[in-house]
Nanobody, 124 residues
Framework: VQLQASGGGLVQAGGSLRLSCAAS????????MGWFRQAPGKEREFVAR????????YYADSVKGRFTISRDNAKNTVYLQMNSLKPEDTAVYYC??????????????????WGQGTQVTVSS
């Protein structure tokens, strides 16, 4: 299984980026997919999650209303649309796959597969 994240880059505060994560999972539609991020000197933190069947979404409070997670099961891809970016959003963003339902969806150890990360830098 491989997850390939892309779409990161340098953007000014207030700008937008869309991250993509292509998954080489035959049963991609069965996986709950998440995005996490890690800023320099900080721990990896939960950003967003989308459920497998009903597409229910969950967000960290820090990104709610600005970020949108979505998925295209036909393309085995999950997206993270990031609007109104702030300098504090600067981090390496990782996509991850969770094969099971978890009520504690933000727990890192629930996610079995991880992508390599893509850098997002927001300048002030």
């Amino acid at each position: 299984v491989q997850l390939q994240a892309s779409g990161g880059g340098l953007v000014q505060a207030g700008g937008s980026l869309r991250l993509s994560c292509a998954a080489s999972i035959r049963t991609f539609s069965r996986y709950h997919m998440g995005w996490f991020r890690q800023a320099p000197g900080k721990e990896r933190e939960f950003v967003a999650r989308i459920s497998n069947n009903d597409g229910r979404t969950y967000y960290a409070d820090s990104v709610k209303g600005r970020f949108t997670i979505s998925r295209d099961n036909a393309k085995n891809t999950v997206y993270l649309q990031m609007n109104s970016l702030k300098p504090e959003d600067t981090a390496v963003y990782y996509c991850a796959a969770d094969p099971h339902y978890h009520s504690d969806y933000a727990r890192i150890t629930n996610y079995l597969y991880w992508g390599q990360g893509t850098q997002v830098t927001v300048s002030s």
